[in-house]
């Protein structure tokens, strides 16, 4: 399963401190195995359920996030130097973990995918930081996680959330137009 995941993940070899990069992998294939979707599935279906004929894949839309947040963060080095410190081994993993929590928020009926009871009531930013804990990922990215929806607004976020929760919503809000 590693190397499916690794295939569908191609940024986790991003992530250059080797413990980080294994935690982060070993998060992905738990939750697949506790997935009624196949790492094939998150190549088709549709990276929202909450938006009608979506066309954009749930990979597309994670992949252009994290290739986003990466993007933002470089040029804020750039233009920022010493005076903006981001933790890009932390903001990529936590870009490539924040929905990770909706692999248990979806099952299949009828053939048809949908919300899982469990997903109705417990939504993906807590479920994904749930998971991110469980495989002793540090804070810094369960607060990613947790933080990078709507759920994250009234609190504070790190810069490394900010720049995950903006590349997320940037691949996301244009498509409920």
Known sequence: M????????PEIEWIKD???????LNAWVWAIEHSVLSPEDLEVIPFSLLIKDVNVSFMNHKRTC?????????????N??????????????GAILID?????????????LG???MGKIVRHPFSGASIAFQFELPAEVQHIIATH?????????????????????VSFEPFKA
């Open 80 to 93: 920022f130097g010493d005076s903006m410190i981001i933790d890009m081994d932390i903001l990529i993993s």
């Open 66 to 78: 994290v290739q986003l947040a990466v993007d933002i963060a470089k040029r804020m080095q750039e």
């Open 2 to 9: 590693k190397n499916e995941v690794i295939k569908i993940w």
């Open 18 to 24: 080797d413990d980080l990069r294994e935690k982060t």
């Open 115 to 117: 919300t899982s009871s």
């Open 100 to 112: 990770i929590g909706k692999l248990l928020e979806y099952e299949m009926q009828d053939g048809k």
């Open 149 to 169: 929806s709507k759920e994250g607004d009234l609190g504070m976020r790190t810069v490394e959330s900010i720049i995950v929760h903006h590349a997320d919503f």
